[in-house]
């Protein structure tokens, strides 16, 4: 497994112990792969940090990188968005952060990042 990009869903996902997740993830803990987290996901996904203890723990594991939106991801988005007429700026950074690792994306909703880059790899929980 050559890791995993995690968009906002599948945070949520492994906030309420999503059965599918928690396999996902001990299955990446198992080999060491690495697990990107989007920080503008993360920003979707997380709203009560001292309640959130699995999203809390994910995010802290040394396999898991929390990826800035910088100078030149909000560049490349802009480009994206410009590309595909769509207008989310967080599946944008979710699709560049995963073509950057070179993973699949973990997802809930497959179709707004297939607009955005029909060739991504996907997992759709």
């Known amino acids: 497994m050559a890791g ?3 968009d906002a869903g599948a945070l949520i996902a492994i906030d309420r112990n999503h059965r599918r997740m928690v396999a996902l ?3 990446a803990a198992e080999t060491k792969a690495p697990v990107t987290v989007p920080a503008s996901a993360l920003a979707q996904a997380i709203r009560r940090p001292e309640r959130q203890v699995r999203l809390a723990r994910l995010i802290r594991q040394p396999a898991t990188s929390v990826r800035a939106l910088d ?3 909000a560049t490349s988005i802009g480009r994206l968005l410009a590309a595909s007429g769509s207008t989310d700026v967080v599946d944008a950074h979710v699709v560049i952060c995963a073509r950057r690792a070179g993973q699949r994306v973990v997802t809930s909703d497959p179709d707004d990042l297939r607009a955005l880059d029909p060739e991504l790899d996907l997992t759709t929980i």
């Open 25 to 27: 993830l001990a299955r």
């Open 4 to 6: 995993v990009t995690l």
């Open 71 to 73: 100078r030149v991801d």
